[in-house]
């Protein structure tokens, strides 16, 4: 059962920031009162969040000079700020822009994790997904809001494009009238201030504006879902889109811990439509979600994040001013909770990053302040919902080769040579290239992206098949020893190329990362001696993306 629901999973607030701090009007902490930041509060790590969730916001890419101008830092904060979270692996400087790179999700992965609904409920709302081949989603309610937490797409022409980490309006979705029906007075004076002073949901970017009509009577619609257990969305968000939600509700408080969606629209299913086709099965799944929770076994605590502290100050002494040691350390204590640590207290938090107490509290104090983390009345604390837009969203829909371009690049121009990334196709006897990078050069390799070459000819394909044939062919068999395959002018004249698996969360190979030459550039032991290990440095870069943008979120290999 997971610890946190959605009576504790958004921090109270109100929508009024601290000037400079993060730009325009979002969610802080109500008990930091209107006039700005607590006075423990750590600079450095406001402003670092802020440009963090501009970048969101802008969809991961911004240059710095737009982030100056979002956020009202100056410039050279703004290049302390981004170089600091390059050095931590969030963004990368890419020519004139800052792009957030996938891992920055494990922020967004410690929530999820330490949740545990994704986990535990994820495969009932793909299998529903699958039965009804319409779109399912779950969500968690963050104040006045609703924020996915789980997505089942349908792969369609016309599909909903919502991501893991997405802020909806609650009374422009179904899951809103439900969460609504558990607010309490101030919640409602929330909503109500918040839809005086955003009349055309400007907070939201998920959504387009607000129409005159999109709740005008969201109260008569709270207390149609408290009487039904049930609500509907008729094209509160757009024209078109319809859904129908269920509550599922935590077995040792009856309140909702997260409500379960069929998404469809107007050419498939009337609202109406959904109520009669769709809802008894998703009321069959709920039930099967909740009989979840109830027996799911307590998660044994993953292990901490260690050494934190250490990194941070050996990244300071080589950096200088150009790292900003607090925002850096700031963000580690996010990465303290996880699965088997939802809640923590000052101490294990401290434990946990190896901060000192006093380092861990005013990073503690700041993040309540900006609402990604809640304070417990057992003196513990716990992330929110709103960690995930730290970066979470624009990510949440990467394809592997997304996740590789930027490694391949990198490799391409270090070698001087082409390198490319393939899969197996569905038959498995050839391989379908997907991505790559050029050289430089005058002779040089080009293979277009979806071009489909014979598997057993190729060295990506080889090492490909190396991992899934059984049994394999003794030359088959030498490449899965050696994790590489080395092809030598098999393919065409001249054409030498050098290939290794790249390996997802389970440890199985599903694509492959080369390199190619000309036969007079390299010999056969130029290729395992000088690119082999450049190769394998940088399969494992495109790896650790992958396994850590596919912990709560489907990466399409295409």
Not at 286 to 296: C, P, Q
Not at 486 to 503: F, H, T
Request: aromatic share 4%; hydrophobic share 45%; charged share 25%.
């Amino acid at each position: 059962m997971p610890a946190q629901t959605a009576q504790d999973s958004g921090s109270r607030a109100e929508t009024r920031p601290p000037a400079g701090t993060d730009g325009p009007a979002r969610t802080v902490e109500a008990g930091a009162g209107a006039d700005g930041p607590p006075a423990e509060a750590v600079g450095p790590l406001l402003r670092g969040v802020a440009v963090l969730r501009r970048l969101t916001e802008a969809g991961g890419t911004m240059s710095p000079s737009a982030l100056e101008r979002a956020t009202g830092l100056a410039r050279s904060t703004v290049d302390r700020i981004t170089a600091t979270l390059a050095r931590m692996g969030h963004v990368r400087l890419d020519g004139r822009d800052v792009v957030l790179t996938p891992r920055v999700m494990e922020l967004g992965n410690a929530y999820l994790a330490a949740l545990r609904l994704p986990a535990l409920l994820g495969a009932h709302a793909d299998a529903l997904a699958d039965e009804l081949d319409e779109s399912v989603s779950l969500a968690v309610a963050d104040l006045d809001g609703i924020r996915f937490i789980h997505q089942a797409t349908r792969r369609r022409a016309m599909s909903v494009s919502f991501r893991i980490g997405d802020l909806l309006p609650a009374e422009r979705t179904a899951p809103g009238a439900l969460f609504a029906t558990e607010w309490d007075p101030s919640d409602w004076r929330r909503w109500h201030a918040r839809h005086a002073e955003d009349p055309s949901d400007a907070l939201f970017p998920a959504v387009p504006p607000r129409s005159p009509s999109a709740a005008g009577d969201f109260a008569a619609r709270v207390e149609r879902a408290r009487r039904d257990g049930w609500a509907l969305d008729d094209q509160l968000v757009e024209p078109g889109l319809v859904a129908v939600s269920v509550p599922v509700r935590a077995p040792d408080t009856g309140r909702i811990a997260c409500v379960a969606s069929v998404v469809s629209h107007t050419s498939r299913h009337t609202a109406a439509g959904l109520r009669t086709a769709l809802l008894p099965r998703l009321r069959t799944t709920v039930t099967a979600m909740e009989a979840e929770l109830r027996t799911a076994p307590a998660p044994e605590p993953g292990p901490p994040p260690s050494e934190l502290a250490a990194w941070t100050g050996a990244s300071k002494l080589e950096l200088g001013r150009d790292f900003v040691e607090s925002l850096a350390r700031g963000l580690t204590v996010l990465t303290a909770f996880g699965e088997g640590r939802p809640a923590l207290p000052l101490a294990e938090v401290a434990r946990a990053t190896g901060l000192s107490r006093a380092t861990a509290r005013r990073a503690l104090i700041t993040h309540e302040h900006l609402g990604l983390v809640t304070a417990r009345p057992d003196h513990t604390f716990a992330l929110t919902p709103r960690v995930l837009d730290l970066g979470f969203p624009p990510l949440s829909r990467s394809t592997l080769p997304r996740l590789a371009e930027p490694h391949l690049r990198a490799l391409a121009d270090r070698l001087h040579e082409p390198t490319a990334l393939a899969v197996l196709t569905g038959e498995g006897t050839e391989i379908q290239y997907t991505a790559g990078a050029g050289a430089g050069r005058v002779l040089t390799v080009h293979i277009a992206v979806g071009t489909r070459l014979p598997a057993a000819a190729t060295s990506l394909g080889r090492v490909l098949l190396a991992d899934t044939a059984r049994p394999a062919s003794p030359g088959l068999a030498a490449v899965r020893e050696q994790g590489y395959a080395l092809v030598d002018e098999e393919l065409e004249s001249g054409l030498r190329s050098i290939a290794v698996p790249v390996r997802d969360r389970t440890g199985r190979a599903v694509a492959a990362l080369n390199v190619s030459t000309h036969a007079a550039r390299r010999t056969l032991e130029d290729c395992v001696r000088d690119l082999l290990p450049e190769l394998r440095a940088t399969a494992d870069r495109v790896q650790d993306d992958l396994r850590t943008a596919s912990r709560f979120t489907p990466v399409p290999l295409l």
